[in-house]
């Protein structure tokens, strides 16, 4: 039996160009790679997730793969602006501490455009907060999943795609 994989979601910079229309016009891209993995659960750990009710949120997605959305992440509220730094990925492990028996074990990954929310590098497809989840970052995810579907305790490394975050890597 294949174990869950739970990708941990951002939407600004990721469905969607930062600072344009929300529209969620790369959404399709993720929700394709999602339908080839029926074993993948969607975690949103997006802002928005403090904005707007869960259903409103699962609104967003193809009726097909909402499904396979499993909820968001706890929202944590940092005493000190040095604890901003790795925040989504502290919220994300309390969130897989809450549903998984052996969090520590379990398959994981992350979607987001602000590298200093996430410390787990092997772990983040890192996307262009101005182009949004694109093509190669749908090919990207594939392969995490992939590896997490054979067995793989650590992730492969991710392939960057732009020179952006190629800069900041």
Known sequence: MTRTAYIFMDFDGVTHPWGEVEDFRCLPHIEAVVREFPEARIVIASDWRMLFSMQKLVS??????????????????????????????????????????????????????????????????????????????????????QGFRAGMAKPPEPVVNSLWARNIA
């Open 60 to 145: 967003r997605f193809a009726e097909d793969v909402r499904p396979q959305i499993a909820g968001a992440t706890p929202h944590m509220l940092p005493k000190t602006g040095s604890e901003l730094h790795g925040l989504r990925e502290r919220e994300a492990m309390l969130w897989l501490a809450q549903h998984e028996a052996d969090p520590a074990d379990a398959a994981w990954c992350a979607i987001d455009d602000a590298p200093g929310n996430w410390l787990s590098r092997s772990r983040l497809i890192l996307t262009d907060f101005k182009r949004g989840f694109t093509a190669e970052d749908a090919n990207a995810l594939r392969r995490m999943l």
